[in-house]
């Protein structure tokens, strides 16, 4: 698995983002895929996860509502919209083949580089 994230960027608070992250291996179509964050100077936060199929999505409460994942198995692609952003929202986001229950760390399953969102105005 060979995940590369796309999409980020500076955007005003309110505002919106899509982004993307795509699987040059053609594998992950087998694995439940999960946004997760890092805040400068914290640590991870998951965002965002879907199920292989696509038809289940999980998300904490800090997201529910604002964000969406999805995915399209046939273009090897998870997708994370984010709307009505907030400063708070600034991170550098990850895809990753974990789960809301799995340790998170960067050394546990696979991780792409990240692409960094930026809130402000």
């Known amino acids: 698995v060979q995940l590369v994230e796309s999409g980020g960027g500076l955007v005003q608070p309110g505002g919106s983002l899509r982004l993307s992250c795509t699987d040059s291996e053609f594998t992950f179509r087998n694995y439940y895929l999960s946004w997760v964050r890092q805040a400068s100077g914290k640590g991870l936060e998951w965002v965002a996860g879907v199920a292989i199929d696509g038809e289940v999505a999980d998300y904490p409460d800090s997201v529910k509502g604002r964000f969406t994942i999805s995915r399209d198995n046939a273009k090897n692609t998870v997708y994370l919209q984010m709307n009505n952003l907030k400063s708070e929202d600034t991170a550098l986001y990850y895809c990753?083949?974990?789960?809301?229950?799995?340790?998170?760390?960067?050394?546990?399953?696979?991780w792409g580089q990240g692409t960094q969102v930026t809130v402000s105005s």
């Open positions: 990753t083949t974990l789960t809301p229950y799995s340790h998170l760390r960067r050394d546990n399953g696979y």
